[in-house]
């Protein structure tokens, strides 16, 4: 079986922003998890036609399905050999956000020289140009025009888009990244922006990913051969070592007495956090889709990781029978201090905008007497202390981490 990739002739619906859509393709993808995603993998057929992947991002990306369900379902199918190449795809996942939680500075880096580059008008002109797709090269314009209208790409597309970005139209990475930002429905803090810094040939210095004509031809089914318009020996870009490595934040113990639970756009999933037993007196919501980018994010993108939450916070205020509301960050103090809460307690949220909010509001809780407490799951735990090179070495963990999957 193979899923279809969204449609753009006519009106788009993106997938259904909740865990039963995410379990039920899931469930539709596990048998093609093994040899036929190996070898189809790297096709994009364009949208519409049915491809080899597996359509489950923007459910890893929100925690609507963790990554160990999904693992252990295609290993229970096809073993880990037989899924060999799909599970590496999930580890990338796991080892991006490690390698950047090890590395936050690198985060507040990119915000601070992004909204730097926005102040040249002459470079924001040419980069808006390319983000409309009306640069001239087919290809490229199709795909920035894709991306806009339905919030996806395929995998091995996003590389060979910022590949061109950057050495053809010599482009910033960083606005390439802000741009993905904007539509993504899966847009993710680490494998985004470290994902275009690994093209750009500065994540992996001195090998950047190079798009190239033959490559494009051949993986999109002859749809697109951009010939002679490529720049494809290009010099990688140049970039300032990452800063300096740190160890994980700790994590205290699970606080007692009366507690509000907020779930949030980065983990939207109760399941596996150890809350058996605690008093939980209030739910609450936070989503900051506009805050993920300096560009405009797309309603779709928007309303999609709105709609995600939404649907959490329903099932999670039937289980604990109160109400869920989804607030901004600085009301969360009143929100808590309301419901008599002792302490606010939610999933851990990797760096990102959702940590930069958090991290923000703590002062404010704490201004109320209360202390925030972030759950990390054990998995995560387990996982992104071992992302402190590049990801062969990490990989090398994998059958030691496989036997610690559920």
Known sequence: MTFNQPAINGIFSPPPPTREAGLARLAAFIPQAGRAYAVGRNTDPGPGAPSAVSGLSPYLRHRLLRETEVISAVIARHGAGGAEKFIQEVFWRIYWKGWLELRPALWTSYRQRLAALREDAALMLRAEQAMRGETGIGCF?????????????????????????????KLPWLLGADFFFQHLLDADAASNLLSWRWVAGCQTPNKPYIARAANIAHYTNGRFAPYGVLNEAPEPVAEPNPPAMQTLPAIDDLPRGKLALLLHEDDLGAGGLALSGMNIVALGGLALAAARAFGPVSEQAAGWTRAALAGSLSQASRAYGLAAPVLAPDALAAWARDAGAEAVITPYAPVGWTADALRAAEAKLHGAGLRLHRLRRAFDARCWPLARRGFFDFKAHIPALLKEVP
């Open 141 to 169: 314009d199709a795909w920035a025009r894709e991306l806009a209208q339905t919030g996806t790409l395929h995998n091995h597309t996003r590389m060979w888009f910022a590949s061109i970005w950057c050495f053809t139209l």
